[in-house]
């Protein structure tokens, strides 16, 4: 049974920093692309907004403008890394990451939030709260 499972969500401070973690079973990440979305509050599930995206197999992530030179992805392994500082009020939302067994260009696998049923595999999410 494949899952992915987020963690590392909590209640942080503007300007505060924060990790979360997607680790995955029954799954190889080697195989899959793999993206961190959020859903801030107030908008539903086929708006969720891209983050970051990074390749199971290797090379350079890609990050969405809003977040880029702040937010950093890794994997080691079965998990998948969202290192987040200087975080802002507004990014307040419930993290997602979820993983794809096709070949996805990694900026079209981030845009794939409006389509989330287009995706193979989601995490249940993780909260961060950041205040101001």
């Known amino acids: 049974q494949v899952q992915l499972v987020e963690s590392g969500g909590g209640l942080v401070q503007s300007g505060g920093s924060l990790r979360l973690s997607c680790t995955a079973s029954g799954l190889d990440l080697n195989k899959y692309v793999i993206g961190w979305f959020r859903q801030t509050p107030g908008k539903g599930r086929e708006e969720r907004e891209g983050v970051s995206c990074i390749s199971g197999s290797g090379g350079d992530p890609y990050y969405e403008d809003y977040v880029k030179g702040r937010f950093t992805v890794s994997r080691r392994g079965n998990t998948v890394y969202l290192d987040m500082r200087n975080l802002k009020p507004e990014e307040t939302a419930t993290y997602y990451c979820?993983?794809?067994?096709?070949?996805?260009?990694?900026?079209?696998?981030?845009?794939?939030?409006?389509?989330?049923?287009?995706?193979?595999?989601w995490g249940q999410g993780t909260q961060v709260t950041v205040s101001s």
């Open positions: 979820a993983a794809d067994r096709r070949n996805l260009h990694l900026q079209t696998l981030c845009m794939q939030g409006t389509r989330p049923d287009s995706l193979n595999f």
